[in-house]
């Protein structure tokens, strides 16, 4: 599933029509996908539904899906937000097919907010064809007072046609939005969808094809995708019979100190359940022995310590035949861990940073650009900030340019975490992931995936493949906990590594 912007949605229709797949027949298709996806779920017998339209092209699809309802015997009704002389283009075309049809228009600015109060309170559902990408000023009146009266109707199911009238392409809204229950967005999916607060205004997210060639999309500049399950299925790696244990990856993991020790033990423990062959856990020697007794299937690589933290090497690292390395949980933000970064950076190695690493990091960002081995980077926004130098409100507001542009600019793979993670590549492709919920804002889900993320890179020859497979796995685990016996409140970080085992026997069986 691809993902676009408003202008880039736009270059797509304009392909599409200069191919001879005219306007009024994409919006003759959409208005036909949408109702194929809504009378799945409506009863003849008992809604009836208000199809509410603005004069945009969103609104041409708004009279198509009105005439397709009632052509199949639902009570429709439609309402305009407009006056009909306002209509124009393609969108003129589908009104006059739908008067033609024998149906009436119901036009707001005619029969005032009250007429159209009266209807609103009368139907069971109200599809809103209102506003579409198009969008670029404040709601002005009648559209904001009927987007006012539809959101205070709590009984009436909402259904947005590609996006939420009110709300932006791109992201964001200027004042109201509607609050659907649920959106069918037209062919992509517009970024909106995956930004919040925009996304709390969609509800649930379909998608519907429109009969556009898929070699159009292909050709806009900036890939964007949605990670599915299916992509999951299809990328896992499955296990020889023959296999034995230096094939599934020989791992070191760098981080603890005497105040974290749980982040190591809890990352290491997510890299074993996660399937790694050989794990060597590089810690200080002052924390060994405890997070030796916690996690025994590991080996360990005891290094001088001050504090109960680095002292600065990393020792017999460069004898180790090792063939990944995943640095920061818990090592401590003292010059010590500073300098094992600085050290890591000079390796020929996939090297994946995060928590305190991306601490240390921020300081030395140049240095990624001279690496010749893969780099992994897996911020949170509050650590992309610290990278970028700028505030974590300006990080959620442009989350997929900025991963992006930093992702090319330093030649690593980013992983902004949140809702929504993204995965870019070096080469600026984007993979959004669809799974995770609350209750992986914890302190340890991080360090989790870490030791998930460190295993399936190693086990994988994808590593775009791997790093949004690992994001998918963690997200589904948190998932799984909370639609079997756990609540977004009650999880931790340890209630992941032990539900894991049910995740990749899903995927295993190819059952997601």
């Known amino acids: 599933?691809?993902?676009?912007?408003?202008?880039?949605?736009?270059?797509?229709?304009?392909?599409?029509?200069?191919?001879?797949?005219?306007?009024?027949?994409?919006?003759?298709?959409?208005?036909?996908?949408?109702?194929?996806?809504?009378?799945?779920?409506?009863?003849?017998?008992?809604?009836?539904?208000?199809?509410?339209?603005g004069k945009g092209n969103n609104g041409g699809d708004g009279f198509v899906i009105a005439r397709m309802l009632k052509s199949y015997g639902y009570v429709t009704d439609v309402w305009l937000a407009v006056k009909k002389e306002d209509i124009t283009g393609d969108a003129e075309k589908a009104m006059h097919v739908y008067e033609r049809s024998g149906y009436e228009v119901n036009s707001i600015i005619e029969?005032?907010?009250?007429?159209?109060?009266?209807?609103?309170?009368?139907?069971?559902?109200?599809?809103?064809?209102?506003?579409?990408?198009?969008?670029?000023?404040?709601?002005?009146?009648?559209?904001?007072?009927?987007?006012?009266?539809?959101?205070?109707?709590?009984?009436?199911?909402?259904?947005?046609?590609?996006?939420?009238?009110?709300?932006?392409?791109?992201?964001?809204?200027?004042?109201?939005?509607?609050?659907?229950?649920?959106?069918?967005?037209?062919?992509?999916?517009?970024?909106?969808?995956?930004?919040?607060?925009?996304?709390?205004?969609?509800?649930?997210?379909?998608v519907v094809n429109i009969g556009i060639p898929p070699l159009i999309s292909e050709r806009v500049n900036e890939k964007r995708y949605v990670w599915t399950a299916e992509k999951v299925m299809r990328t896992f790696p499955e296990r020889s019979p023959t296999a034995h244990k230096g094939d599934h990856g020989k791992g070191l993991l760098i981080g603890g100190s005497k105040t974290m020790s749980g982040a190591i033990v809890m990352s290491a423990k997510a890299a074993l359940r996660s399937g790694s062959g050989l794990l060597t856990i590089a810690i200080p020697e002052d924390v060994s022995i405890p997070v030796a007794s916690?996690?025994?299937?590991?080996?360990?690589?005891?290094?001088?310590?001050?504090?109960?933290?680095?002292?600065?090497?990393?020792?017999?690292?460069?004898?180790?035949?090792?063939?990944?390395?995943?640095?920061?949980?818990g090592m401590g933000r003292n010059e010590g861990s500073r300098n094992i970064i600085k050290q890591l950076l000079e390796k020929d190695v996939p090297l994946l940073i995060d928590a305190d690493g991306l601490y240390h990091l921020a300081g030395m960002v140049d240095r990624l650009k001279a690496r010749t081995a893969p780099t992994i980077v897996t911020p949170h926004e509050?650590?992309?900030?610290?990278?970028?130098?700028?505030?974590?409100?300006?990080?959620?507001?442009?989350?997929?340019?900025?991963?992006?542009?930093?992702?090319?600019?330093?030649?690593?793979?980013?992983?902004?975490?949140?809702?929504?993670?993204?995965?870019?590549?070096?080469?600026?492709?984007q993979y959004i992931n669809p799974t995770g919920n609350a209750s992986l804002a914890k302190g340890g889900s991080g360090d989790v995936l870490t030791g998930i993320m460190l295993s399936l890179i190693m086990q994988h020859s994808s590593l775009q493949a791997a790093i949004s497979n690992a994001v998918f796995v963690h997200g589904r685990v948190a998932d799984e906990l909370v639609a079997a016996k756990h609540s977004s409140i009650d999880v931790i970080a340890s209630d992941l590594i032990h539900a894991l085992p049910h995740v990749y026997r899903l995927i295993t069986q190819h059952s997601l």
């Open 382 to 429: 509050g650590e992309m900030a610290r990278l970028l130098g700028i505030s974590p409100k300006e990080v959620n507001t442009n989350r997929f340019q900025l991963s992006r542009k930093f992702a090319m600019t330093y030649s690593c793979y980013v992983v902004l975490k949140g809702p929504f993670t993204i995965c870019t590549t070096p080469s600026g492709d």
């Open 111 to 206: 029969k005032g907010l009250k007429a159209f109060q009266s209807a609103l309170a009368n139907c069971t559902h109200v599809i809103d064809t209102l506003l579409g990408i198009g969008m670029k000023d404040p709601l002005r009146s009648p559209y904001k007072e009927m987007i006012s009266l539809i959101n205070a109707e709590k009984n009436k199911y909402i259904i947005a046609i590609d996006l939420p009238s009110g709300i932006l392409a791109n992201g964001g809204h200027f004042t109201e939005a509607i609050r659907a229950d649920e959106t069918i967005a037209i062919h992509h999916p517009k970024i909106s969808a995956f930004t919040y607060p925009s996304r709390h205004y969609y509800g649930e997210v379909h």
């Open 294 to 329: 916690e996690v025994i299937e590991a080996m360990y690589l005891p290094c001088a310590s001050k504090d109960g933290q680095f002292s600065g090497e990393l020792q017999q690292a460069d004898d180790m035949q090792i063939e990944a390395i995943a640095v920061g949980p």
């Open 1 to 53: 599933m691809q993902v676009v912007t408003k202008n880039e949605m736009y270059a797509i229709d304009r392909e599409a029509m200069q191919l001879g797949l005219h306007g009024e027949m994409l919006m003759e298709n959409a208005g036909q996908a949408v109702t194929a996806k809504l009378i799945s779920r409506l009863s003849k017998k008992n809604d009836r539904i208000l199809v509410v339209i």
